[in-house]
Structures are given as structure tokens and as C-alpha cells.
């Protein structure tokens, strides 16, 4: 539904999806549904209530970090006219809007569909925004720019439902060169480009993590081909979905399985 230039397609369904949380947000505000199937519904959408009572904030999803400078100006408009004028920067190459009113969820997601833009698995047990090294394209270390290959795979995680029903959240990570600056190696699931025998590829890595329990990624393939990229990250996402632990919240982490 975007009409404007974008970085990356954004999902067909996403219309719809709009349509369906400003009915939810109808709903939510008559009484029809509890506090607790709203927050079920919206987190996945990148829409968290904030402290200060009736507010909200959005997170815009950036694949890579990237963004045009009219898609810039759309996110400045948007939390100027409905949040507070102020933007936060994210450690995962997100945007977010502060202080959202309810009744401006919808229509500040729909500005920001319009300039090609989502808050779409920005929360919640999803396929989080894919980061890459924020040097990719110009650094002159690394072996390829992996910034395509972040945005074709956000493209095919993007529709699918399955995104957005995980047991926790699923982080994914793109580094361009050994220095790994994306920190891909301590990600659920982390690519770090190569060449083998003039094939550009990726070694990947798998069930990395910070916080509790923090661990370096197992090395899962020294080599799988640019072109195998999205078989990968669908296989362990599938993985994750039937063996991931959906009881406990804090053994949830795909570096627990």
C-alpha cells in the first residue's frame, strides 16, 4: 500500500492488517475485548503502551538501519504531529515514535505505510528487524555489502503469519567481514559474508545471545551461498516454532533449544 519510494516491498496483507487494529483499537476502547487480548495483539505490531497513562509507542522497522531522506521526513511528521517530536534511536537499526495517542495509532501507521513504511514484528515473539553492520556499503574491510541480501530476506519473512506466532523473539544479524560489527555471532541466527571459490556466501551462525546466560552462536555451516539465504533462516525459524520452549518465557531464547 506504500505509495511513496521504499527500501524494501512491504507485505500485501499489510492494508488489511491496518483495517484489522483500528477495528481492535473500536473494540478495545467500547470495552468488547480485555486489556490483555489487545496488548496480544498490538505487541507483534510494534505498538507498546507507555508508562505515562493512554500512550504508546511505535517501532518502525529499518531493515539494515536504512532509509530514504523523504522517508526521514514522513517519521519526523509523524511523531511531531501525532507523538511528542521526538524520535529514539534503537540498538537493532529501529525508529521510535513516543507518546502515541490510541486514537492516533492507526492513522500515524497508515502515514507511515504510505511513505513505505512498517512497525511490523517491531515487538512480541517475532522476526525482528534484521540488522547489518551500519558500515555495510562503504566499508572498505568488508567482503561484499550485505545490505540486499538483509532486505530480500526481511521481504520473504515479512507475510508470513508464522513470523509473528514464535516462542520468542527471533533476531537475526548480517556482518560484512571476521570483524563482525552486526555482532552476528551472538544473534539467534547471524550471517557473515565470505567467497568460496568465487561464490559469494555466508558462514552462519546459530543460537547466539546477550543478556543471561550469553553465549557465541554454534557455527551451523562454514558456507551456505548468498542465494541459500532464506532457506536457512526459514529452516531454523521452523525449528524454533516446533522445539522452541513455549512454557517458560526466560528459557525461551533460541540459544536455550
Not at 122 to 150: L, Q
Not at 243 to 251: E, S, T, Y
Amino acid at each position: 500500500m506504500n505509495t511513496a519510494q521504499s527500501l524494501y516491498r512491504l507485505p500485501a496483507s499489510l492494508a488489511d492488517d491496518l483495517a484489522q487494529l483500528q477495528q481492535r483499537i473500536a473494540q478495545f476502547k467500547a470495552g468488547d475485548i480485555p486489556a490483555a487480548r489487545f496488548q496480544a495483539f498490538r505487541v507483534p505490531q510494534g505498538i507498546y503502551e507507555q508508562r505515562e497513562n493512554g500512550t504508546y509507542m511505535l517501532r518502525v522497522r529499518l531493515p539494515a538501519g536504512r532509509l530514504l531522506p523523504g522517508q526521514m521526513r514522513a517519521i519526523a511528521a509523524v511523531a511531531k504531529r501525532y507523538g511528542n517530536g521526538e524520535l529514539h534511536l534503537t540498538s537493532r537499526q529501529d525508529i521510535q515514535v513516543h507518546r502515541v495517542a490510541l486514537d492516533a495509532i492507526h492513522p500515524a501507521l497508515t502515514a507511515l505505510a504510505e511513505a513505505g513504511l512498517s512497525t511490523q514484528g517491531g515487538g512480541g515473539n517475532t522476526v525482528r528487524n534484521i540488522a547489518a553492520c551500519p558500515h555495510a556499503g562503504v566499508c572498505p574491510h568488508e567482503v561484499f555489502d550485505v545490505t540486499p541480501h538483509v532486505v530480500r530476506l526481511t521481504e520473504f519473512l515479512l507475510p508470513d503469519p508464522l513470523s509473528y506466532q514464535l516462542p520468542r523473539k527471533y533476531k537475526i544479524a548480517f556482518s560484512g567481514c571476521g570483524e563482525d560489527c552486526a555482532t552476528a555471532t551472538v544473534s539467534d541466527l547471524g550471517f557473515i559474508s565470505t567467497v568460496c571459490d568465487g561464490v559469494q556466501g555466508f558462514a552462519v551462525y546459530v543460537g547466539g545471545g546477550m543478556g543471561a546466560n550469553s553465549r557465541v552462536g554454534e557455527l551451523l555451516d562454514p558456507f551456505v551461498p548468498a542465494t541459500r539465504v532464506a532457506h536457512v533462516a526459514e529452516a531454523v525459524k521452523r525449528v524454533f516454532d516446533q522445539h522452541g520452549n513455549r512454557k517458560n518465557r526466560h528459557r525461551a531464547r533460541l540459544r536455550f533449544l
